[in-house]
């Protein structure tokens, strides 16, 4: 039976109940301390947080639970199943449901699992932390939200009426129009308000990029990456009061809500508002006040929070002074920090000593930001709850205030788009096909995380789809072409209003311009009467007007529906300007600047140069100037030229980028072809590319004749960037997409690009890209067909023995070409052995194959062996390295050895095949006709007792050339025997590692003498030995001496800085030579 409030476990009262646990206890002494109600309240009060954390190892807490037979099979089946099919929130849900239902040993063994997981698991690591930080007082923090006493009979009529109040003016939602006839529509905001997704904490991003494409272009990919592993979605009504809080207080909480321009923080603000008013949240909160900044700095004197509550409130009166008694039930609102014209600096030391700044008295005159500022601080009215609301931009001014929950609106995840959209338009048939054009260009398509972006995309290409005479190629495909057509829709219904549209298009323009170079959005009558405009219906088509709330008068302010339109009409003003003077340097200095302000800016001006975008527009406002279209098109062909071979910073890939931006969004055939028709390289790696640009990157290679090596890892382009790619990948023949989260239904993507007879990519490395065995049979499919490639990596992915075992039957195949083939961290085991030991008997191109970090174990290099001894097999270069092997696999591998005269290069290290191993191992390395050239044995447990047997080895072998021997325990007396062979005039070793071997002084004269007579010597690792002062004389000596020596590393020994300044003083005795100290 599910346990509720009755505590059906627990006879001990937990009131008053505190534990003896030192907040610096460990987590599971505090969870020992627990008793049984304590486990309860903390599961129920945790709930919603535990069910996001464990989706990220819900099958791991469901296998404790069975292991413990408090699950069954059956339901242990049910919870991974729901995994198993991706359904990991249900499965999560599921799990906690049957513990809650199975009593208080579920809880215990759950949160005991949670122990033992969390540092995998960064969701429930953080949850754990914060328990661990409270201790006892977790408990404390739990019973905060209880207790308000009832409200009076005065105040409760008072209740009703401000909730009724606030209903009414939050029911409906008002949205601008370009229609003449419909300027503002009225929605019902609960018909029209659709979820967005919040986030418990804001993103740590440095703003060098335009502010929104800063946030924009990494919305999906981090979104992917992060919001289903470490990020905590939250709810509206979990703000206050709930575990999300990080300052357990109980003097009030604070947050802060982020989000950039036109994501939906004001509309999410009259939901609270509207929500708490008709009683679904907030039930603790008697009374809620909410205020817009921009209302705020109507008010240019002294105030108090008694008079500021009655400027919008009237009818409080002389209630104020009860409300002052129970701070505890109120919740102050402010949105719009960034809009505020006080600068309220939690920064300022000042505020906490001068006593004008100081507001602790709601009856106390003071300025409006020192209200705020008191409030948000606890200073006033402790125990009260506030919510502050900003742009990312202003951010920085809370930083040092006392916030208790950090939250980020990240906008519209996935199918919330289309929810949307549906709901823009009435006719869902429109709707569907304006959705459909918009998820099928992908650069609409990823502006539709901002519900702004997807309004001005729904006001562009509605009637493209409502209209018969609009043709379908006609509908936009870049974002100026988008922008073009919604300045076309309002000039269509606006234009016949004035005489001269252009004229006041130039004019508004100018006055965009100068906005966007100054950072500035809001526009009094003032600036419109500098730049000679008036306000008329045009204009109030165009902008929406605010009112804002004045003593003396109303007052009237503009701006621009979406800052992106604002930097839109700012470029469409360089067109029509009848004197365009020196655009080219405008528009270097624009792309100068740093800080991205002019960013989007820029990709208009390109993209106005286009006769696509123009020509709409042109029908209203004459044609644009020819000479400034030409010198457009000049500024942007310099800009690509100039920047093409600058790659190798970040900045440099980025401005690259950006100009690959400005060519797509100009759609100038011509002008792309001229200038990047014959790159042969590109390189974005560590640069985050969204699906927009990738879209754009596709479209410049796809102008290109053959590029040689496209460098994309780090990217984190992932499935649906990779899908912008996939039609021009074929034309690369080298293509690096390591790490970028494909997953399986990207590596489907390159299959058919391996597939195309035209495909020319002969290397691809696909490391770290959550590839499982699911996608085996594509990849398995297109090798068997694809005649280019040779060089696959497939390194530190999920493929399995299933997943291996499909390619294998690839690689049997005799038209196969890979050459190269790296599965290294594949989590193989000895099962796929046999398959692949087939496939090396009859490849007759495999000369490369990278087995390291799996778990082969002897039993599978065993049957490897079996492969190596075949006279018909090719492989000259086998890594096993980190594969469990031990001394037990040494002599197959031996006999394989032995007869094989193909292979050159084996990695063994990492491994235990210790003493015995390699005493087997150097009884083949001494056959004069060995081929090995290099062998690795770093970290292979090995001690001076194998070293006779290396000597007797090396003193006939006349092949290798590099030995790596780090990190064993050879010790002075087995580099001693070691220096014998090297002394040997024949040895042709050229690369000796010998770090980390403990070494000391006594050995440093045998080696250095015995390699200054070896003149093959030309790398020699000795780092992380005990060499001291004592040995400088000899490496000294040898330094000087051989001459074939280019590089000696000597770091992590026992040096004095005397010492190193000796040794380091050698570098220049000769061109080319590194030492390193």
Request: some cysteine; charged content about 25%.
């Amino acid at each position: 039976m599910a346990e509720g409030s009755n505590r059906g476990e627990c006879s001990t009262s937990p009131k008053g109940m505190r534990l003896d646990t030192d907040p610096n206890s460990t987590i599971p002494e505090f969870l020992t301390k627990c008793d049984e109600y304590q486990l309860f309240k903390l599961t129920k009060f945790y709930q919603d947080r535990l069910e996001q954390a464990m989706e990220g190892g819900v099958d791991g807490v469901s296998l404790s639970l069975t292991y413990k037979w408090i699950f069954t099979g059956q339901e242990h089946r049910k919870v991974t199943d729901l995994v198993d099919k991706g359904n990991r929130a249900d499965s999560s849900k599921l799990l906690l449901s049957l513990v809650m239902e199975k009593g208080s040993r579920a809880r215990r063994v759950m949160w005991e699992s949670f122990v033992r997981m969390c540092h995998g698991v960064p969701k429930l690591n953080k949850i754990l932390k914060e328990i661990q930080e409270l201790g006892a007082d977790s408990f404390d923090y739990m019973n905060i939200a209880h207790g308000l006493s009832e409200l009076s009979s005065n105040l409760k009529d008072l209740q009703q009426k401000h909730k009724e109040t606030l209903r009414v003016q939050t029911e409906t939602l008002r949205v601008n129009t370009i229609l003449i006839k419909e300027k503002v529509k009225i929605f019902q905001l609960v018909d029209r308000y659709a979820e967005l997704t919040v986030i418990s904490n804001v993103r740590d991003r440095t703003l060098v990029e335009h502010e929104l494409l800063a946030r924009g272009r990494d919305h999906e990919e981090w979104r992917e990456k992060h919001l289903w592993r470490e990020l905590e979605k939250i709810r509206t009504d979990q703000l206050f009061q709930s575990s999300f809080s990080q300052r357990k207080s109980k003097s009030g909480n604070s947050a802060a809500m982020s989000g950039v321009p036109g994501i939906g923080k004001t509309t999410m603000v009259q939901k609270i508002v509207y929500d708490w008013a008709t009683g679904k949240i907030y039930p603790h909160f008697q009374f809620v006040f909410s205020f817009k900044f921009r209302d705020l700095n109507a008010i240019n004197c002294r105030i108090n929070l008694r008079n500021l509550i009655l400027f919008f409130y009237p009818y409080f009166g002389n209630f104020l002074g009860e409300l002052w008694k129970k701070p505890e039930g109120l919740l102050f609102i402010f949105d719009g920090l960034d809009e505020f014209k006080d600068r309220t600096d939690f920064a300022d030391d000042r505020r906490n000593t001068e006593p004008q700044s100081m507001c602790t008295d709601p009856e106390c005159w003071c300025e409006v930001s020192d209200i705020v500022y008191s409030l948000i601080q606890h200073k006033l009215l402790p125990g009260c709850s506030v919510l502050v609301t900003s742009r990312p931009t202003a951010l920085h001014l809370l930083e040092k205030a006392k916030i208790s929950v950090w939250t980020e609106i990240l906008g519209f995840v996935g199918d919330e788009r289309k929810k949307y959209f549906n709901k823009i338009f009435e006719d869902q048939t429109v709707a569907a096909a304006v959705f459909k054009h918009v998820e099928e260009n992908e650069i609409l398509y990823t502006m539709c995380y901002n519900p702004s972006y997807c309004w001005i995309l729904a006001l562009s290409l509605g009637p493209f789809f409502t209209q018969r005479d609009r043709k379908q190629q006609q509908v936009p495909k870049t974002i100026t072409q988008l922008y073009s057509y919604y300045i076309y829709n309002i000039l269509k219904n606006h234009g016949r209003e004035i005489e001269n549209p252009r004229d006041v298009l130039l004019k508004l323009g100018e006055m965009a311009y100068t906005g966007v170079s100054k950072k500035k959005i809001v526009f009094r009558n003032g600036d419109l009467i500098e730049y000679n405009l008036q306000p008329s219906q045009f204009l109030s088509g165009f902008l929406m007007e605010l009112l804002e709330r004045d003593d003396s008068a109303q007052s009237v302010v503009y701006t621009f529906p979406h800052l992106t339109i604002q930097e839109f009409v700012a470029a469409l003003t360089q067109f029509l300007t009848p004197d365009p003077g020196e655009i080219g340097k405008l528009l270097s200095e624009a792309h100068s600047e740093e800080d991205g302000r002019f960013e989007i800016f820029l990709r208009f001006v390109a993209g106005l140069s286009s006769s696509q975008s123009a020509r709409p527009l042109e029908e209203f406002l004459g044609k644009f100037l020819h000479q400034t279209t030409c010198q457009v098109i000049d500024w942007v062909k310099e800009k690509v030229e100039g920047q093409i071979g600058d790659t190798e910073t970040e900045t440099g890939k980025r401005k690259l980028l950006n100009t690959f931006h400005y060519l797509f969004e100009s759609q100038n055939k011509a002008l792309a072809e001229n200038t990047v028709g014959s790159v042969e390289t590109l390189s974005f790696s560590g640069l985050g590319l969204t699906p927009i640009d990738c879209a754009v990157l596709s479209h410049v290679i796809g102008l290109c004749d053959t590029i040689k090596h496209l460098n994309l890892k780090y990217c984190y382009i992932q499935c649906e960037g990779l899908q912008r790619l996939g039609p021009v990948l074929h034309k690369c023949q080298g293509l690096s997409l390591d790490v970028n989260s494909m997953g399986d239904s990207g590596m489907k993507i390159l299959s058919a690009t391996l597939k195309n007879p035209d495909c020319k990519i002969q290397a691809l490395s696909l490391k770290s890209n959550n590839l499982t065995n699911s996608c085996a049979e594509d990849l398995a499919s297109a090798l068997s067909t694809n005649r280019s490639l040779i060089d696959l990596n497939l390194g530190d992915n999920k493929l399995g023995d299933s997943g291996v075992k499909r390619l294998s039957v690839a690689l049997r195949n005799p038209e196969c070409k890979i050459q190269k083939l790296h599965l290294s961290q594949n989590d193989l085991t000895d099962s796929c052995a046999e398959d692949l030991a087939s496939a090396l008997s009859t490849n007759r191109s495999l000369i490369d194959l990278n087995l390291g970090y799996n778990k082969l174990g002897d039993s599978g290099v065993k049957l490897l062996s079996v492969a190596l001894r075949n006279l018909d097999c090719k492989i000259q270069k086998l890594h096993l390295d980190g594969n469990d092997l031990t001394n037990s696999c040494a002599e197959d591998l031996a006999s394989a050895l032995s007869t094989n005269r193909s292979l050159t290069d084996l990695n063994l290290g990492y491994n235990k095949l210790g003493d015995s191993g390699v005493k087997r191992l150097s009884v083949v390395l001494g056959n004069p006709d060995c081929k090995i050239q290099e062998l690795h044995l770093y970290d292979s447990a090995l001690t001076d007792s194998c070293a006779k047997d290396l000597v007797s080895a090396l003193s006939t072998n006349r092949s290798l050339i590099d030995l790596d021997l780090g990190n064993n325990e050879l010790g002075d007396s087995g580099v001693k025997q070691l220096s014998v062979a090297l002394r040997n005039p024949d040895c042709k070793i050229q690369k000796l590692h010998l770090y980390n071997n403990a070494l000391s002084d006594s050995c440093a004269e045998d080696l250095t003498s015995a390699l200054c007579t070896n003149q093959s010597l030309r790398v020699l690792y000795l780092g992380s030995n005990s060499f001291t002062d004592q040995s400088v004389p000899d490496f000294h000596c040898l330094i000087l001496t051989c001459r074939s020596l280019e590089r000696i590393e000597l770091e992590r020994n026992w040096f004095s800085p005397n010492g190193k300044r000796q040794l380091e003083s050698l570098r220049g005795s000769r061109s080319g030579l590194a030492v390193l100290v």
